[in-house]
């Protein structure tokens, strides 16, 4: 046990540590290995209707607890200490070389700011603005079609949605579509509400789970958010940008959920007196919807938990070479303007 605990964790070390070009990674990993792994994954994970992450954490701790107390039980708790230690240290060397490999390694490709051509000189408070506007006119103009039209069930992959995910991934050069992910609920679903998480991508089944207490014009930007994960953009701000450009491409109300999201983002950056000039031209429809996003994450939202939740995952990010952490949200500001992909998309019709 001692020497396998050495040499997983001598790998697992120069995994984490080791330089690698982001061209390798693209090139032999994130456009060929994790392509065909992610189709093959996630379809076998979406045939089973619960969610695969919370059978696995389920199976690791309660082995890890069995295990431990047999040792206790033959050889004492002093002498089973060092080797519940040894078994750990296996345990966690060994789960992170497979996130490595079934999808971590992700984090190291390419940035998709790289592969569009991001233009620092676009991204100007003027078009920040211009943005708003648009979202704002188009919000107005899609909330009744929107709301009468309706959105997807929970836990089915709307099919439209599917079609705008497929497109944005042949723009920004996919070299496969990725298989969506069909949206699920799990066990940590409490711990998502009181954190404030609205989704997370499993690493490991490649599933795509969702907080329970979304609202329905919330759940096709999360989910598409998600689905970009699926698709090999482990950073924040490129699943946000493919995530929202999935869903301004797909039918009325994945539109309007996305502009929703947008609005929101841009928003939030612009000058005090830009806001509420932006913000007065908001129609009552949208207006209640985003005052009905406000009032369920205060509803639920802990913020000791959150605090305590988004300090971990901004450590993982930066651990996993994303320099920004969680500020890496609020990047998909800049590819909307910086790119030519998201100027497009987002102008005014």
């Known amino acids: 046990m001692v020497w396998r605990a050495v040499i997983l964790s001598a790998t697992a070390a120069a995994a984490a540590f080791a330089p690698v070009s982001p061209a390798a990674v693209e090139r032999m990993y994130s456009s060929r290995v994790y392509p065909a792994l992610q189709q093959l994954v996630t379809t076998a994970s979406n045939a089973v209707p619960m969610a695969l992450f919370d059978v696995l954490i389920a199976i690791v701790v309660l082995g890890w607890l069995a295990l431990a107390a047999a040792d206790v039980f033959r050889r004492g708790l002093p002498r089973a200490l060092a080797r519940i230690a040894l078994r750990t240290v296996t345990l966690a060397a060994a789960t992170y070389l497979v996130f490595l490999a079934l999808w971590g390694l992700n984090y190291r490709r390419v940035p998709l700011g790289e592969k569009l051509q991001f233009s620092a000189g676009g991204v100007t408070p003027k078009a920040a603005r211009l943005v708003a506007v648009a979202a704002v006119d188009r919000l107005n103009g899609l909330h009744a079609d929107a709301h009468a039209a309706g959105w997807a069930e929970q836990g089915v992959i709307d099919p439209g949605l599917n079609d705008g995910f497929v497109s944005v991934q042949r723009d920004i050069g996919a070299a496969a579509a990725a298989v969506p992910g069909r949206p699920k609920h799990t066990v940590f679903d409490l711990y998502f509400r009181l954190a404030g998480v609205e989704g997370m991508t499993d690493p490991f089944f490649l599933e795509t789970l969702v907080a329970s207490d979304l609202l329905p014009f919330e759940r096709p930007l999360v989910v598409a958010h998600e689905w970009a994960h699926l698709a090999g953009l482990a950073d924040e701000s490129e699943a946000n940008f493919v995530g ?80 920004a952490g969680v500020t890496s949200y609020a990047q998909v500001v800049r590819l909307m303007l910086g790119t030519e992909l998201g100027r497009r998309t987002t102008a005014a019709p």
């Open 244 to 323: 929202a450009l999935a869903c301004l491409r797909g039918p009325v109300p994945v539109q309007y959920s996305a502009w929703l999201f947008l609005l929101s983002q841009i928003a939030a950056g612009l000058p005090a007196p830009d806001r509420r000039g932006v913000m007065q031209s908001l129609g009552d429809g949208p207006r209640r919807d985003l005052a009905a996003i406000a009032a369920r994450n205060a509803r639920n939202i802990s913020p000791r938990v959150a605090s305590a939740g988004w300090r971990v995952y901004d450590r993982y990010l930066k651990a996993n070479r994303v320099e």
